[in-house]
Nanobody, 124 residues
Framework: QVQLVESGGGLVQAGGSLTLSCAAS????????MGWFRQAPGKEREFVAA????????YYADSVKGRFTISRDNAKNTLLLQMNSLKPEDTAVYYC?????????????????WGQGTQVTVSS
């Protein structure tokens, strides 16, 4: 079992930056691939970014590529999402997720554990 708790959401103006954190507890964090997803009101949950066991393996949705950076600190059991150049369309609840596989995955159904989410609101 892995417990995930997101933090760092908030209200920011367009063009601004936020860093989301996901604190993990439970099983060995380094043996879980991690992902960030988001869900806007009335929309389905969508993939944002993912990272494998090692920091060198990452994958991004086209909509955030070049603006967002996913990273992990296995010593601190922490997953991060640095979000720059934020746009109003980035407004959503952001979730971190974990799966006990080494590969980078972009499908929500593949993940085993989820956090409760943190709200990000970008004003125009």
């Amino acid at each position: 079992q892995v417990q995930l708790v997101e933090s760092g959401g908030g209200l920011v103006q367009a063009g601004g930056s936020l860093t989301l954190s996901c604190a993990a507890s439970g099983r060995t964090f380094s043996r879980y691939a991690m992902g960030w997803f988001r869900q806007a009101p009335g929309k389905e949950r969508e993939f944002v970014a993912a990272i494998g066991w090692t920091r060198s393996s990452t994958y991004y949705a086209d909509s955030v590529k070049g603006r967002f950076t996913i990273s992990r600190d296995n010593a601190k059991n922490t997953l991060l999402l640095q979000m720059n150049s934020l746009k109003p369309e980035d407004t959503a609840v952001y979730y971190c997720a974990a799966v006990g596989r080494p590969v980078v995955l972009n499908t929500a159904g593949a993940y085993e554990y989820w956090g409760q989410g943190t709200q990000v609101t970008v004003s125009s």
